[in-house]
Nanobody, 115 residues
Framework: QVQLVESGGGLVQPGGSLELSCVAS????????MGWYRQAPGKQRELVAI?????LPTYADAVKGRFTIARNGTQVFLIMNSLKPEDPAVYYC???????????WGPGTQVTVSS
Protein backbone atom coordinates (compact mmCIF):
# COMPACT_ATOMS: atom_id res chain seq x y z
CA GLN A 1 0.00 0.00 0.00
CA VAL A 2 1.00 3.59 -0.60
CA GLN A 3 -0.28 6.43 1.52
CA LEU A 4 -0.47 9.98 0.18
CA VAL A 5 -0.94 13.18 2.13
CA GLU A 6 -1.52 16.54 0.47
CA SER A 7 -0.94 19.99 1.90
CA GLY A 8 -1.02 23.59 0.72
CA GLY A 9 -4.59 24.17 -0.32
CA GLY A 10 -6.46 27.30 0.65
CA LEU A 11 -8.05 30.51 -0.52
CA VAL A 12 -6.39 32.73 -3.09
CA GLN A 13 -7.53 35.69 -5.16
CA PRO A 14 -7.91 35.42 -8.94
CA GLY A 15 -4.52 35.82 -10.54
CA GLY A 16 -2.79 34.63 -7.41
CA SER A 17 -0.54 31.67 -6.78
CA LEU A 18 -0.64 28.60 -4.59
CA GLU A 19 1.63 25.61 -4.14
CA LEU A 20 0.43 22.13 -3.30
CA SER A 21 2.63 19.41 -1.88
CA CYS A 22 2.15 15.68 -1.53
CA VAL A 23 4.31 13.13 0.20
CA ALA A 24 4.07 9.39 -0.30
CA SER A 25 4.84 6.74 2.29
CA UNK A 26 4.58 2.97 2.51
CA UNK A 27 5.58 0.81 -0.45
CA UNK A 28 6.90 3.76 -2.42
CA UNK A 29 9.24 1.57 -4.44
CA UNK A 30 6.32 0.61 -6.68
CA UNK A 31 5.57 4.21 -7.67
CA UNK A 32 6.19 5.15 -11.28
CA UNK A 33 4.04 8.18 -11.96
CA MET A 34 2.82 10.81 -9.51
CA GLY A 35 0.49 13.63 -10.19
CA TRP A 36 -2.57 15.70 -9.48
CA TYR A 37 -6.22 15.47 -10.38
CA ARG A 38 -9.02 17.81 -9.39
CA GLN A 39 -12.76 17.58 -8.92
CA ALA A 40 -15.10 20.52 -8.82
CA PRO A 41 -18.65 20.22 -7.46
CA GLY A 42 -20.92 18.46 -9.92
CA LYS A 43 -18.05 17.55 -12.23
CA GLN A 44 -15.98 14.47 -12.84
CA ARG A 45 -12.47 14.15 -11.51
CA GLU A 46 -10.04 15.35 -14.15
CA LEU A 47 -6.34 15.20 -14.77
CA VAL A 48 -4.33 18.30 -13.92
CA ALA A 49 -0.76 17.12 -14.35
CA ILE A 50 1.34 14.00 -13.96
CA UNK A 51 5.05 13.40 -13.90
CA UNK A 52 7.02 10.23 -14.48
CA UNK A 53 9.83 8.92 -12.34
CA UNK A 54 12.16 10.33 -14.99
CA UNK A 55 10.71 13.80 -14.59
CA LEU A 56 8.62 13.95 -17.78
CA PRO A 57 5.49 16.05 -17.18
CA THR A 58 2.12 15.99 -18.85
CA TYR A 59 -0.40 18.79 -18.37
CA ALA A 60 -4.08 19.25 -19.05
CA ASP A 61 -4.69 21.91 -21.67
CA ALA A 62 -6.58 24.02 -19.14
CA VAL A 63 -3.49 24.51 -16.98
CA LYS A 64 -0.65 24.57 -19.50
CA GLY A 65 1.54 27.61 -19.04
CA ARG A 66 0.07 28.36 -15.61
CA PHE A 67 0.79 25.27 -13.51
CA THR A 68 4.08 23.48 -13.01
CA ILE A 69 4.49 19.99 -11.62
CA ALA A 70 7.71 18.94 -9.95
CA ARG A 71 8.85 15.82 -8.22
CA ASN A 72 11.52 14.95 -5.70
CA GLY A 73 11.55 11.21 -5.13
CA THR A 74 8.39 10.44 -3.21
CA GLN A 75 7.21 14.04 -3.07
CA VAL A 76 5.28 15.81 -5.78
CA PHE A 77 4.48 19.49 -6.00
CA LEU A 78 2.05 21.57 -8.00
CA ILE A 79 2.90 25.25 -8.42
CA MET A 80 -0.20 27.06 -9.54
CA ASN A 81 0.10 30.55 -10.97
CA SER A 82 -2.45 32.90 -12.53
CA LEU A 83 -5.29 31.08 -10.82
CA LYS A 84 -8.67 31.53 -12.48
CA PRO A 85 -12.25 31.30 -11.24
CA GLU A 86 -12.53 27.93 -13.02
CA ASP A 87 -9.66 26.40 -11.04
CA PRO A 88 -11.38 25.89 -7.66
CA ALA A 89 -11.77 22.23 -6.80
CA VAL A 90 -10.59 19.56 -4.47
CA TYR A 91 -7.12 18.66 -5.66
CA TYR A 92 -6.08 15.04 -5.26
CA CYS A 93 -2.56 13.68 -5.27
CA UNK A 94 -2.15 10.37 -7.03
CA UNK A 95 0.58 7.79 -7.37
CA UNK A 96 0.56 4.90 -9.77
CA UNK A 97 2.67 1.86 -10.43
CA UNK A 98 3.96 0.88 -13.85
CA UNK A 99 1.09 0.59 -16.35
CA UNK A 100 -1.21 1.84 -13.58
CA UNK A 101 -1.67 -1.63 -12.20
CA UNK A 102 -2.08 0.05 -8.84
CA UNK A 103 -3.23 3.63 -8.27
CA UNK A 104 -3.46 5.41 -4.97
CA TRP A 105 -5.13 8.64 -3.95
CA GLY A 106 -4.70 11.17 -1.22
CA PRO A 107 -7.69 12.54 0.71
CA GLY A 108 -7.63 15.80 -1.27
CA THR A 109 -7.05 19.44 -0.47
CA GLN A 110 -9.44 22.27 -1.24
CA VAL A 111 -8.38 25.13 -3.50
CA THR A 112 -10.66 28.15 -3.58
CA VAL A 113 -10.24 31.12 -5.89
CA SER A 114 -12.26 34.13 -4.87
CA SER A 115 -11.92 37.86 -4.47
Amino acid sequence: QVQLVESGGGLVQPGGSLELSCVASGKTFIIAEMGWYRQAPGKQRELVAIITSGGLPTYADAVKGRFTIARNGTQVFLIMNSLKPEDPAVYYCTAASQKVVYQYWGPGTQVTVSS
